[in-house]
């Protein structure tokens, strides 16, 4: 068993930077592939980023690219989305997620733990 805890949402104006992070209790964190995705109002949940097991490889949404930068810190048990240029478009409810595989995926249905969520507001 998983648990997530999202922290470092807020609101940012247009062009700006935020840190989201993301607290994992459990073993063998280092083993699982972690994602983040977001959720816009009236929208599905969609894939932004995921990591490997080991933190090398990553992943990323055509949207997000060259602007967010996910990254993992496994002797803390953390992982990182790093957004810079934020647009009134990311504006969203960001979630971390889990998978118990060490190689990522850009597919809700294959993670099995989630965090709560934190708001990112992006204002024009």
């Not at 592939?33 to 990591?51: C, D, I, Y």
Request: charged share 20%; with cysteine; aromatic share 12%.
């Amino acid at each position: 068993q998983v648990q997530l805890v999202e922290s470092g949402g807020g609101l940012v104006q247009a062009g700006g930077s935020l840190r989201l992070s993301c607290a994992a209790s459990g073993r063998a964190f280092r083993l699982y592939a972690l994602g983040w995705f977001r959720q816009a109002p009236g929208k599905e949940r969609e894939f932004v980023a995921s990591v490997t097991g080991g933190g090398v490889g990553t992943s990323y949404a055509d949207s997000v690219k060259g602007r967010f930068t996910i990254s993992r810190d496994n002797a803390e048990n953390t992982v990182y989305l790093q957004m810079n240029s934020l647009k009134p478009e990311d504006t969203a409810v960001y979630y971390c997620a889990a998978r118990n595989n060490y190689y990522t995926s850009r597919r809700t249905d294959e993670y099995a733990w989630w965090g709560q969520g934190i708001q990112v507001t992006v204002s024009s």
